[in-house]
């Protein structure tokens, strides 16, 4: 019967509360059960919960207020990673991205987020499924595809930096990560870490990668730099990236083939 | 009328993922399309949203939702026709500070249209999209839930 195209249950959400915003799986496995839906769910939430009381900096007992307040702390492996993350994101956008250049000591929380969706989608893997996504208030994990078959991955809209009814680009996303900075949507405020002022290099950053943690903070990066974080971005295999300069947007890597170059031409939705 | 209600709770919670549709519309079948639009009229003379049997119109008014953070609530009103929504209003939205009320005078028409056009819409997420999206589904499917979609 053709209504399988429409499979009874085929796609199914869940949605949290957590970290001051909201995070959402979407599974898509038509061939899963509910209860392994719920199973990967409840480790989901568990994980979600378990990373805000380690990485919240609005908490002042979590393990990152701690080393913000200084001293010398040993710390459990999961955070030892976030800080090598940290580090290897602020090399490879050559200081754009910087934890440690900011206003209170060490913030990782613009890497957490793809951090822990990468993390959760793991759990979710184990769990059996094979197509989902983990979307963190407009930071996704994707996996397997939308439609469950292997001949596309899932399609991701980019927000439109002004015009809440357009998208600026339509990107097929495949076992990877996108991430989106600086959206006047999301009221996000970027800092540049060396000028101590609000980020100028573009009004929005888009990247699409095979890391969470990294598409989180290069979007970031890529707020600061602008154009000119091409000089880095090129550098990293895997990686597409788009920026918003004034209406202006340019873009890097083989996800963005469908996108205008400018915004007075965007897509109507 | 049980397996199309699934099929319909299935279309809607696509929204559920922030928009979430068939990513492909032309593999959207035709007969898939139409047994949302029969069993719809179906669920709305039998949750009697109007008045005549002979007209297939309803309207819903689905579940208040706290979007949480003290930020405020969403509830929506959604017009049906024959299987289709051709009409949701938004009777409230999360207005309690500012920030919340600036996020909703944008986002929330986006979510409109986004649901208007959700029987061809290609986007299966967004990102840079607001969670205020994530109350509006929630509403929305609630709402729905009652003309029998």
Redesign the interface.
Known sequence: ???A?????????R?E?VW???V?L?VRDADASDAAVDAAWESVRAELHRVDRVFSTFREDSVISRLRRGGTHVVADDVADVIDRCLEARRLTRGAFDPWAVEGGFDPSGIVKGWAADRCAALVRAHGLRSF?I?A????T?RG???GTAA?G??????HPDD??A?IA??DVRDAA????G?????DHVRDPHAHAAARGAR?A?VVGPDGALADALATALVVSGVEGAEWFAALPGWSGQVVVDDAVTSWGPAFTQETPHLKGAKE? | MK?AV??G???V??V???L?F???PA???A??VN??VTQSTTGSTTTGGSTSDTTSTSTATGDAVD???GYGTIQLEVTVDSGRIVDITALAVPENDG?SA??SQ??V??LV??AL?AQS???????????TS?GFV?SLKSALAQVGM
């Open positions: 019967m053709s209504a195209t429409f499979l009874p249950g085929r796609v199914r959400t949605l509360h001051g915003t909201v959402t979407d996504t979307d208030a407009g930071d996704l994707c595809s939308a439609d596309s899932w399609p991701i809209g980019i927000a809440p009814q998208v339509l990107v996108i991430a989106t900075s959206t006047s949507q999301r009221g929005q888009t939705r | 397996r699934l099929v709770t299935g279309t919670a696509g559920a993922a922030v979430a068939n990513p492909n593999r959207t079948s007969s898939a047994g949302r979007i949480g953070r920030h600036r996020i944008q986002a028409p986006m249209q986004q056009n819409a290609d986007i299966a997420g967004i990102s840079g999209a607001t969670y994530l929630q």
